[in-house]
């Protein structure tokens, strides 16, 4: 008997090293290993009833829990604390020495196809040790509305409660059948229902009687969350989130839009929202071989977050009737040019009777109350006033071009006065802030130097490639919708005419209603632009973003750097 019981204290240790070994892989594999609490569940479930089965032979991979033991085995059953070493040790002492058939039956809660044990869980983990597959059991049978399986993590069965909760409180499986809002995260459900109550008190308002939670559940999904999740599939966003649901994606925006609320005080669209969440989590979920990129590639030669042309798909998807610079954004710094810079946003707020966001980044907290602070706050605030447009002044703590760059994605436009300017060699084109915020930007650029622009006549510079193409949209729209004259000016580097090009340009505006003026040059593609603006009296260039890749334009330099040295007319720059 002593020489059983030592055989089974070692068999103890041997599977708690075990333990720890799953618990370690499943910080990898992000599969709990946790046992489930039968208190817990059931207090969510709220079953209806209880059956009694009699005794049956159950599967050992079927349970999934217990009833007070839950902490001291893990979800295959394995030992977790040593304190359990005599007892476990004295039962599967017992049990080899009556035989796995001959001893009492474990007694369990049965719901949907799992089990919770409620008396013999050191049976449970000595059986499944000594490699059985069933044991015998006595069950009583819980119903309930929501069916278990083993195959589902703790997640998982808390969210699946959640929602069955969810859908009887608000009675959407009834009056939408097609409705499907299930959650994969557990504790999500509350944000929705504070959705419905609140609808329902601002519909109910004027009402005696008042709106019934159920009938505000109705309005809220066809008024809102149908909305919205539309726009998700219209957007394709899901392929972004594996084995995540549109309703994780609904609830995740409108978080992401509360804290952004929260930390610059902008009231933004659930659309910009769903945009800059999007464009976080594909930046955060890149994996290890791009993050390791990130750690040997400076961030002033990252890459823009936005694929050039996917900013001009997602804004011909938008409403016809929608401006196409609503949302301005605007760096305030201290200097004179910042001021020219605020002028020029305000312009084009009220051209697209859109809203202007401005945007200072500090280095501490010290700084964000400091009297230069509050003076700019004061400043832009005022001039929003006197122009009659949506302005709202946020103060960020960072490095000002990673936050700027940041927050390009809550923007159609950003404005930033053009200091200091790309310089003529490496190194000071490495340290150009400004040509990093044109390379990162998630939206065009428009670089302000010495005069804002009034926005009289635009000059296009046009090359036919993809981020021209960009540039070719942006500047028909204005021409269009801002009566601004055009001139499109082609320029040959020495080669002959790319008359395709013209054409190109030509059939696209025409197609768009537009008869505009077309130049063509030889030689530097930058004197060209300079020329044609003196000559033309053009305000406004407009123009493709760096084509090259950020490694290759940084050695090599290249039109854009070239036109924002020498320029004294803004230049709008697309990506």
Same mark, same amino acid.
């Given at each position: 008997?002593?020489?059983?019981?030592?055989?089974?204290?070692?068999?103890?240790?041997?599977? @708690? @090293?075990?333990?720890?070994?799953?618990?370690?892989?499943? @910080?990898?594999?992000?599969?709990?290993?946790?046992?489930?609490?039968?208190?817990?569940?059931?207090?969510?479930?709220?079953?209806?009833?209880?059956?009694?089965?009699?005794?049956?032979?159950?599967?050992? =991979?079927?349970?999934?829990?217990?009833?007070?033991?839950?902490?001291?085995?893990?979800?295959?059953?394995?030992?977790?604390?040593?304190?359990?070493e005599a007892r476990w040790a004295l039962v599967q002492t017992y049990i080899q020495d009556?035989?796995?058939?001959?001893?009492?039956?474990?007694?369990?809660?049965?719901?949907?196809?799992?089990?919770?044990?409620?008396?013999?869980?050191?049976?449970?983990?000595?059986?499944?040790?000594?490699?059985?597959?069933?044991?015998?059991?006595?069950?009583?049978?819980?119903?309930?509305?929501?069916?278990?399986?083993?195959d589902d993590q703790p997640d998982e069965l808390i969210a699946k409660i959640e929602y069955a909760n969810f859908m009887a409180r608000s009675n959407l499986a009834e009056s939408r059948p097609e409705a499907n809002l299930q959650l994969t995260v557990p504790g999500k459900y509350w944000i929705l229902e504070a959705q419905i109550e609140a609808y329902g008190f601002l519909t109910g308002g004027a009402s005696e009687q008042g709106v019934s939670f159920e009938e505000a559940a109705v309005m809220w999904y066809d008024s809102i969350y149908s909305g919205v999740t539309q726009l998700i599939r219209d957007r394709g966003l899901l392929r972004d989130f594996p084995n995540r649901t549109e309703t994780d994606l609904y609830v995740w925006v409108f978080e992401h839009r509360?804290?952004?609320?929260?930390?610059?005080?902008?009231?933004?669209?659930?659309?910009?929202?769903?945009?800059?969440?999007?464009?976080?989590?594909?930046?955060?979920?890149?994996?290890?071989?791009?993050?390791?990129?990130?750690?040997?590639?400076?961030?002033?030669?990252?890459?823009?977050?936005?694929?050039?042309?996917?900013?001009?798909?997602?804004?011909?998807?938008?409403?016809?009737?929608?401006?196409?610079?609503?949302?301005?954004?605007?760096d305030i710094t201290v200097d004179d040019f910042s001021r020219k810079a605020l002028d020029q946003s305000i312009?084009?707020?009220?051209?697209?009777?859109?809203?202007?966001?401005?945007?200072?980044?500090?280095?501490?907290?010290?700084?964000?109350?400091?009297?230069?602070?509050?003076?700019?706050?004061?400043?832009?605030?005022?001039?929003?006033?006197?122009?009659?447009?949506?302005?709202?002044?946020?103060?960020?703590?960072?490095?000002?071009?990673?936050?700027?760059? =940041?927050?390009?994605?809550?923007?159609?436009?950003?404005?930033?006065?053009?200091?200091?300017?790309?310089?003529?060699?490496?190194?000071?084109?490495?340290?150009?802030?400004?040509?990093?915020?044109?390379?990162?930007?998630?939206?065009?650029?428009?670089?302000?130097?010495?005069?804002?622009?009034?926005?009289?006549?635009?000059?296009l510079a046009y090359d036919g490639s993809p981020k021209a193409k960009e540039a070719l949209f942006v500047a028909t729209y204005l021409a269009r919708q801002w009566n601004m004259p055009l001139v499109v000016l082609g320029v040959s580097e020495g080669k002959m005419a790319n008359w395709l090009v013209e054409e190109e340009a030509r059939a696209y505006l025409e197609e768009h209603g537009l008869q505009p003026s077309f130049v063509w040059k030889n030689g530097s593609v930058t004197n060209a632009i300079l020329q044609t603006v003196e000559e033309q009296d053009v305000d406004l260039i407009i123009m493709g973003g760096y084509s090259r890749s950020p490694v290759k334009g940084l050695l090599l330099g290249g039109s854009v750097d070239e036109l924002l040295r020498r320029t004294t007319q803004p230049v709008l720059i697309c990506r």
């Open positions: 008997m002593h020489k059983e019981l030592s055989t089974a204290v070692q068999d103890f240790h041997q599977a @708690r @090293r075990q333990a720890t070994l799953q618990e370690m892989m499943a @910080r990898f594999t992000g599969q709990s290993t946790k046992l489930l609490s039968f208190n817990d569940i059931s207090q969510k479930l709220k079953p209806t009833d209880a059956v009694e089965k009699g005794i049956q032979e159950i599967p050992l =991979e079927a349970i999934v829990g217990s009833c007070g033991r839950y902490e001291d085995f893990s979800r295959s059953f394995l030992p977790l604390r040593s304190s359990n009556k035989g796995l058939a001959n001893i009492p039956p474990i007694g369990v809660y049965q719901i949907g196809e799992v089990y919770f044990v409620s008396d013999g869980n050191h049976r449970v983990s000595i059986a499944r040790r000594m490699g059985a597959t069933h044991i015998r059991a006595q069950v009583t049978k819980l119903e309930t509305k929501v069916g278990l399986s083993p509360a804290e952004l609320n929260q930390i610059l005080e902008w009231e933004m669209g659930i659309g910009t929202a769903l945009h800059d969440f999007t464009v976080q989590q594909q930046t955060e979920l890149k994996g290890a071989v791009q993050r390791m990129k990130d750690r040997i590639t400076p961030k002033k030669l990252a890459p823009s977050p936005i694929k050039t042309g996917v900013w001009q798909k997602e804004k011909l998807a938008g409403p016809p009737h929608r401006s196409l610079f609503f949302n301005v954004l605007v312009e084009i707020v009220r051209r697209e009777r859109g809203r202007l966001r401005g945007l200072r980044v500090v280095a501490s907290e010290a700084e964000r109350s400091n009297i230069t602070s509050q003076f700019l706050r004061g400043d832009f605030t005022l001039k929003c006033r006197e122009a009659g447009i949506d302005g709202k002044f946020s103060i960020e703590i960072g490095q000002p071009t990673d936050k700027l760059c =940041e927050r390009t994605t809550l923007a159609d436009v950003v404005v930033a006065p053009l200091l200091p300017r790309p310089g003529s060699n490496l190194v000071t084109r490495l340290s150009s802030e400004f040509r990093t915020l044109v390379q990162r930007s998630a939206c065009p650029v428009l670089a302000v130097p010495n005069q804002p622009s009034r926005f009289t006549k635009a000059l």
